[in-house]
């Protein structure tokens, strides 16, 4: 007759407890609720090989493996996590760089951060944008407090400051609360055309996409001042 031997029951509870630690451990599967207030929704992309060991916006070498980003207008150091929206998998990127520059997208990924969704052989991927923490004191005080100081709809980044107020003028007329912000860089110096300003993040997104329709632009929301 075959003899079972009973485990004791205190070994056994560890075993368990040791193995639901270990499956919760593994990978950056999310499925719960974002902790921070939903900045961006849109398509990320990556990019990798070609441009490792490069200068990116921030002065930094660019590693392809470390879990780093490009966005178009978040400060330098701003920690962002990056959901996918249909696998629900994310990842926490640093921002350092500057992009991306293709119309409709609205964050470049290292080729590390972007194995992490694995979207490596799709190249784009719908995604959700939340800030973490912010060396901006104005997106701190948002995370921290609860605020919001308004939105604003960018409607065009340059680098030649009269394509900047050429546009500013053509938009006047229907938007009169529109701005020309001038910020330094170090890949230089932008003059940005912002309109404004909207106490809701719907709000915003309504005037983003009247102004994608009518006049063939590419809106980014903006938060704070």
């Known amino acids: ?14 075993i368990l407890a040791f193995l639901i630690m270990a499956g919760c451990a593994g990978g950056h ?21 070609s441009f490792h060991g490069n200068p990116t916006a921030n002065g930094e070498p660019y590693d392809m493996w470390a879990l780093t980003a490009a966005h178009r207008t978040l400060p330098f150091g701003t920690w962002v996590l990056v959901q996918s929206v249909d696998a629900g998998k994310s990842v926490t990127v640093r921002i350092n760089d500057r992009g991306p520059f293709i119309r409709g997208r609205i964050i470049d990924l290292s080729y590390g951060a972007a194995r992490e969704l694995a979207m490596i052989g799709k190249g784009t991927e719908n995604v959700v944008l939340t800030i973490l923490d912010s060396p901006n004191p104005g997106y701190s005080d948002h995370l921290s407090n609860g605020r919001s100081d308004g939105y604003w709809v960018q409607v065009g980044s340059f680098t030649t400051l009269s394509q900047a107020v050429s546009l500013q003028e053509q938009l ?12 330094d860089l170090p890949s230089g110096q932008w003059h940005r055309v912002q309109v404004g300003t909207f106490t809701s993040q719907a709000k915003a997104k309504t005037v983003a996409t009247e102004l994608e329709k009518q006049f063939d632009l590419d809106p980014l929301l903006i938060q704070g001042n």
């Not at 007759?1 to 560890?14: E, H, L, N, R, V």
């Not at 009169?176 to 912000?181: A, E, G, S, V």
């Open 172 to 183: 006047a007329n229907r938007y009169p609360n529109i701005r020309l912000k001038t910020v």
């Open 1 to 14: 007759m075959m003899q079972i031997s009973c485990m004791p029951i205190g070994k056994m509870c560890f």
């Open 29 to 49: 599967y999310q499925t719960g609720p974002m902790t921070s207030e939903t900045l961006q929704q849109g398509v990320a992309s990556w990019y990798g090989p």
